[in-house]
């Protein structure tokens, strides 16, 4: 089955511990993203990925880091969380640019104390 | 950068025909996407339009593109309960990796 996955599904962390978010995706997909989702504000790019070690900023990566070592995976890292990074983190991966469907993971519910 | 506008909510009977409507900024934008986010669920794409059409109809959905004004709805015939979701407006211009996400609409379906 063509999907994306995330790990973990549910996260409470404290202020300042590092954490990694995996995504995914068994489609061969050359594009990943991911995205962050806070109420009345709808999705923002954190970050996004052309190819294999190719990685670009999207409109809110203060805070994040990403790599993308192998064409399936494209972790999402956060050295030292705040509470402000509490939300809910998608990871998308498409085929490429324009006219391509995005394909979502099911979200990561992210909460810092 | 495309700034999108959709509506926050949109509240509607079963039965009934719901329109949810999204204006854009970006004038090359030549992909229209929509996608819904049920409960608890990711993103999925419902239905999309290309810059070079006017209109499509795929099933209950119609969707309608108005390229002078910028304007992009959404129409769901006979909506159902199953129906309350989130819906994202998504334009993307042909040169770009990514779509810009509209807020979302959150789409309420009372009996």
């Known amino acids: 089955e063509a999907q994306v996955t995330q790990n973990p599904r549910y996260l409470i962390t404290v202020t300042g511990k590092k954490l990694t978010v995996t995504c995914s995706q068994n489609m061969n997909h050359e594009y990943m993203s991911w995205y962050r989702q806070d109420p009345g504000l709808g999705l923002r790019q954190i970050y996004y990925?052309?190819?294999?070690?190719?990685?670009d900023k999207g409109d809110v990566p203060e805070g994040y880091k990403v790599s993308r070592k192998e064409k399936r995976n494209f972790p999402l890292i956060l050295e030292s969380p705040s509470p402000n990074q509490t939300s809910l983190y998608f990871c998308?991966?498409?085929?490429?640019?324009?006219?391509?469907?995005?394909?979502f993971g099911p979200g990561t519910r992210l909460t810092v104390t | 950068g495309e700034d999108v506008e959709q509506s926050l909510f949109l509240s509607v009977r079963e039965g009934d025909s719901s329109v949810i409507n999204c204006t854009y900024t970006?004038?090359?934008?030549?992909?229209l996407y929509w996608y819904k986010q049920e409960p608890g669920a990711g993103l999925q794409l419902l239905t999309y339009?290309?810059?070079?059409?006017d209109m499509k109809q795929d099933q209950r959905l119609t969707v309608l593109l108005n390229k002078k004004d910028k304007h992009l709805s959404l129409r769901i015939a006979d909506t159902q309960t199953g129906d309350s979701a989130i819906y994202f407006c998504a334009p993307q211009s042909g040169g770009s990796y990514i779509p810009t996400f509209g807020r979302g609409t959150s789409l309420i379906v009372h009996p």
């Open positions: 970006d004038s090359s934008s030549t992909y």
């Open positions: 998308a991966s498409s085929l490429g640019p324009g006219g391509y469907e995005q394909y």
């Open positions: 339009i290309f810059s070079n059409m």
């Open positions: 990925s052309m190819n294999v070690e190719v990685t």
